[in-house]
């Protein structure tokens, strides 16, 4: 049985491949190395650079390898960019998909794992979110991951051998080593590093939500736990059917602000902040409950932001 990870050369994918290679499930990555890098993939994994969206070159590769699962990771993931360039969004995220599940279903691929995000929720009624909180995506990247989840219904509907799965993802952060770090400037960690290593104060998009110190609240999760998120839910789509969502989180809530000062722990740099406006697309606060995911996989996060941080700081100086 082995699994195709799209965007497997990605600062997520990298990760996966690793954890799907500690419990010995075969993995080929597929990156078309537009936001990847090639040297994250191990030399020991089978390597295809090609567009999911490039349905002869996916349906080649999976005859090729004897592909048997799909982790489908690869997408346009910048929030504020969805807001500017829907169509873009759309045509990658929506279409690529349905290209990419195409050539999975022209050959005979029956396990689907989608790589999915709060920002389904946009901004929630409740704080605490399970993954029966009412959805209501505020950008155009949480459509298109809702719509995702959508897509995969329809499927297993119309195909019942079809096992599928989709993980929501709260704000991935850290590196499992130095050289895996995220090299993302749209994510908060590697975005205050960059300003600290440009001498710049770094950015506080808006201090005045309705929060504990006015800045957003969210549920940071290490990408080393989200990895094996992945890892236990393909473990399980190999054993049966499934057909659920899961939320991947900590299920605790942080600020920005608490964020910041824990880069200022970690760095030992006393910084200020410069606070700007709010983004686009942004809700005030969320966090998840893990339960579900802990009591059907037997999954749930180890650690902590500082570990996250550390981390993802020792990734940047090993980069930069």
């Known amino acids: ?9 990605g600062y997520i994918g990298a990760h996966i491949v ?14 078309d190395l537009s936001a990847g890098v090639r040297g994250n993939v191990p030399a020991d994994v089978p390597f295809v650079q090609a567009s999911v969206q490039d349905r002869d070159a996916v349906r080649a590769a999976m005859r090729e390898h004897g592909v048997t699962g799909l982790l489908h990771l690869a997408a346009k ?9 829907p169509l873009l969004y759309w045509d990658e995220n929506v279409g690529g998909m349905v290209d990419l599940l195409q050539a999975a279903a022209d050959e005979g691929v029956e396990r689907v794992l989608f790589s999915s995000s709060a920002a389904v929720y946009g901004n929630p009624p409740v704080e605490l979110v399970t993954e029966e909180t009412p959805t209501g995506p505020l950008s155009p990247y949480g459509g298109t991951k809702l719509v995702g989840e959508q ?29 895996l770090g995220d090299r993302s400037i749209a994510n908060l960690v590697p975005m205050t590093f960059r300003a600290l290593s440009e001498s710049r104060n770094p950015q506080l998009f808006g201090d005045d939500y309705d929060t504990r110190d006015g800045s957003c609240v969210r549920d940071y999760i290490h990408v080393v736990d989200l990895a094996a998120a992945h890892a236990a839910a ?46 686009a697309g942004d809700p005030t606060a969320y966090y998840a409950d893990p339960s579900k ?8 996060a180890r650690l902590d932001l500082e570990a996250m941080v550390r981390s993802a700081w020792e990734g940047w100086q090993t980069q930069h």
């Not at 049985?1 to 050369?9: D, V």
């Not at 993931?77 to 360039?85: H, N």
């Not at 473990?235 to 899961?246: A, F, H, N, S």
């Open 1 to 9: 049985m082995t699994w195709m990870l799209t965007g497997g050369a």
């Open 18 to 31: 690793r954890a799907f290679q500690e419990i010995d499930l075969p993995v080929v990555v597929l990156d």
């Open 77 to 85: 993931k910048a929030v504020g960019e969805s807001v500017e360039r």
């Open 151 to 179: 897509v995969l219904r329809d499927l297993a509907a119309a195909d019942p051998s079809l096992r599928w799965s989709a993980l929501r993802y709260f704000n991935v952060a850290g590196a499992g080593a130095p050289a």
């Open 234 to 279: 393909a473990k399980r789509l190999d054993e049966g059917p499934l057909g659920e969502v899961y939320n991947v989180g900590r299920g605790e809530g942080v600020t920005v602000t608490e964020v910041l000062s824990t880069v200022r722990t970690v760095t030992g740099i006393n910084f200020e902040v410069d606070v700007v406006p709010r983004r």
């Open 293 to 300: 995911i802990a009591d059907h996989l037997g999954w749930t």
